[in-house]
């Protein structure tokens, strides 16, 4: 098993030498060019130490991963309702996140909070007896939690505009219990 990895560490490294090998690995009828295995393994737990062990040590997972995929998909488990089900949840999150991320960076942007709002909410927590600091301590923290505020009900806006401008329609059904 060790002849093995060596040799296919040689080919990987000879490979990112030679311009002429673009293929250093190829498992079955899955080939995995040389900037690919890079890409991965730079993103892999193994790059924390760049070593020709951690590569040894990551090509023996990435080998071991790309056998156990390729005999699940001989199965036919890649077919099967359930794991679509799980590859369509995966994606919808995804995007998901996607979204909400893009449209908070640019609500982030754009979200100011004067030092008036600072100091009316500072008035409003010494009246609730809530201002356990100075004014000048709890400046930030009330700046951050007015900040994050702002962020939310911009996003909760924006979400009611996207519900607007949607034709929605729901079959009064849909709630029942199904028994």
Known sequence: MKKYLFLLLAIIFAA???QQKKVPLKINNYEITQDEFNSEFKESRYANLDTLESRKEFLDN????????QNAQAQGLDKKPAFLKMIERFWEQ?????????KAKEIISSV???DNDIEARFSQLQKE???DKPYEQMYRQIKWELTKEKETKMINDWVL???KKANIII?????KANK
């Open 16 to 18: 990112g030498c030679s």
């Open 62 to 69: 990435l080998i071991d991963r790309k056998l156990i995929l």
């Open 94 to 102: 995804s995007l998901l996140k996607l979204a909400l991320d893009a």
């Open 112 to 114: 100011f909070v004067s």
């Open 129 to 131: 007896d809530k201002a």
């Open 161 to 163: 505009q996207l519900r």
């Open 171 to 175: 079959d009064d059904n849909l709630l």
